[in-house]
């Protein structure tokens, strides 16, 4: 058997998400489609809106074949670090391709990823971002520069993918999705960006999502609670507002000075949103700023993380027939651990960032996310 994989959220998973699982089967052959997917927290740093357990059974029900989680240490960073992390999983698991979407799947992306190899390991500047230390140096060593968000995300999947010992082959398609700036769901379209299907859900928008979304979705967004970050916010507030300033300092993805812009600002917001633009500044951007407002919460150091990144692993969230057969294939090969289910000292030690990420978001889901829940089981049909 061959495998295609493709990285995802699926936060919620609308019907360009499903055409980009057709694609994958279609244009690889492949025999078992593979699913890398973060988790409940995501990586603008934000809570997905639907738990990770719910994202991978629609998943499963919409073409694919095996989900395994991109960890939360991978899951809530910048667009090199996500995209490393989701690439090894699926090195990890022998895939032969890699199929993902782009706004201009034309761009000759392996040369830009050849050109910046070497520059790339000096982006460690955490008071600017990567994407704008990413392309002043791709400015400088090609002189094209890249602005939309699937192509960055494009190109660091070929920086991650051609540091392999074994490559695997990249395929960019078009996007069949509105632009992720588009918050508004057009009348008589079928597609729909996934910020315009989370604004129409939380809206309660029913009328204009049905025809954007498979109806196992719809299901899901129409009977399941349906997480945001204002949810979250009392909790954070008490993080702010408790921590020493010296420890949140210490915070993933933390600029030096920030900490205390933080600790003011949650003095005197009343909201999540309330909160973020107070903080707000030229020198950050909004997904910064909430990735960061993720580590607070979830209390994610900068060593942890990093220590974290070191030892990737494999967590099975659900397979059909195929994936499970798939999955015997490649066990005894596999070069990162394999979990099916979190014990006592998974929570404690090699999962325990995963686990306490869960239980956070558990508090507002109100659903186990980790002890006593095992992969899906489903039967390999398209719903």
Same mark, same amino acid.
């Given at each position: 058997?061959?495998?295609?994989?493709?990285?995802?959220?699926?936060?919620? !998973?609308?019907?360009?998400?499903?055409?980009?699982? +057709? +694609?994958?089967?279609?244009?690889?052959?492949?025999?078992?489609v593979v699913v890398v997917m973060s988790g409940n927290w995501l990586q603008r740093g934000e809570p997905?809106?639907?738990?990770?357990?719910?994202?991978?059974?629609?998943?499963?029900?919409?073409?694919?074949?095996?989900?395994?989680?991109?960890?939360?240490?991978?899951?809530?960073?910048?667009?090199?670090?996500?995209?490393?992390?989701?690439?090894?999983?699926?090195?990890?698991?022998?895939?032969?391709?890699?199929?993902?979407?782009?706004?201009?799947?034309?761009?000759?992306?392996?040369?830009?990823?050849?050109?910046?190899?070497?520059?790339?390991?000096?982006?460690?500047?955490?008071?600017?971002?990567?994407?704008?230390?990413?392309?002043?140096? !791709?400015?400088?060593?090609?002189?094209?520069?890249?602005?939309?968000?699937?192509?960055?995300?494009?190109?660091? =999947? =070929?920086?991650?993918?051609?540091?392999?010992?074994?490559?695997? +082959?990249?395929?960019?398609?078009?996007?069949?999705?509105?632009?992720?700036?588009?918050?508004?769901?057009?009348?008589?379209?079928?597609?729909?960006?996934?910020?315009?299907?989370?604004?129409?859900?939380?809206?309660?928008?029913?009328?204009? !999502?049905?025809?954007?979304?498979?109806?196992?979705?719809?299901?899901?967004?129409?009977?399941?609670?349906?997480?945001?970050?204002?949810?979250?916010?009392?909790?954070?507030?008490?993080?702010?507002?408790?921590?020493?300033?010296?420890?949140?300092?210490?915070?993933?993805?933390?600029?030096?000075? !920030?900490? =205390?812009?933080?600790?003011?600002?949650?003095?005197?917001?009343?909201?999540?949103?309330?909160?973020?633009?107070?903080?707000?500044?030229?020198?950050?951007?909004?997904?910064?700023?909430?990735?960061?407002?993720?580590?607070?919460?979830?209390?994610?150091?900068?060593?942890?993380?990093?220590?974290?990144?070191?030892?990737?692993?494999?967590?099975?969230?659900?397979?059909?027939?195929?994936?499970?057969?798939?999955?015997?294939?490649?066990?005894?090969?596999?070069?990162?651990?394999?979990?099916?289910?979190?014990? +006592?000292?998974?929570?404690?030690?090699?999962?325990?960032?995963?686990?306490?990420?869960?239980?956070?978001?558990?508090?507002?889901?109100?659903?186990?996310?980790d002890l006593y829940r095992r992969p899906w089981r489903l039967p390999a049909t398209i719903g």
């Open positions: 058997m061959q495998a295609v994989g493709l990285i995802t959220e699926y936060n919620p !998973l609308h019907n360009g998400h499903r055409y980009h699982l +057709q +694609q994958a089967q279609q244009l690889t052959n492949a025999d078992c997905a809106i639907l738990d990770k357990w719910t994202r991978a059974k629609l998943a499963l029900e919409n073409g694919a074949d095996l989900v395994i989680e991109l960890p939360v240490f991978f899951a809530t960073q910048p667009a090199h670090l996500f995209a490393r992390g989701g690439i090894e999983l699926l090195s990890a698991l022998d895939c032969t391709s890699v199929v993902f979407g782009a706004e201009h799947p034309e761009l000759d992306f392996q040369r830009l990823a050849t050109a910046i190899a070497a520059r790339q390991g000096s982006f460690t500047h955490y008071n600017a971002t990567f994407a704008t230390q990413f392309n002043a140096a !791709l400015q400088a060593a090609t002189g094209v520069t890249l602005t939309a968000a699937n192509d960055m995300l494009s190109f660091c =999947y =070929y920086a991650a993918n051609q540091t392999l010992a074994h490559p695997m +082959q990249l395929l960019p398609i078009k996007r069949r999705q509105a632009d992720h700036a588009t918050t508004t769901i057009a009348a008589d379209s079928r597609y729909a960006s996934g910020t315009a299907v989370r604004q129409a859900a939380l809206a309660q928008d029913w009328a204009a !999502l049905k025809p954007v979304v498979p109806a196992d979705t719809f299901t899901a967004l129409t009977t399941q609670r349906l997480q945001r970050w204002s949810d979250f916010w009392p909790f954070l507030q008490y993080q702010l507002l408790t921590v020493d300033v010296a420890r949140s300092g210490q915070y993933d993805q933390m600029a030096e000075g !920030l900490e =205390y812009r933080m600790q003011a600002m949650a003095q005197h917001a009343t909201t999540f949103d309330d909160f973020i633009h107070q903080v707000k500044s030229k020198r950050y951007t909004y997904t910064r700023l909430q990735r960061v407002a993720t580590a607070a919460l979830l209390q994610l150091n900068q060593i942890e993380i990093q220590n974290a990144q070191a030892h990737n692993y494999l967590r099975v969230l659900g397979f059909t027939p195929k994936g499970q057969a798939y999955l015997h294939q490649v066990k005894k090969q596999l070069p990162l651990p394999l979990y099916t289910k979190i014990n +006592q000292d998974l929570r404690q030690h090699a999962l325990n960032l995963d686990y306490r990420a869960g239980r956070v978001y558990q508090l507002i889901n109100g659903q186990s996310q």
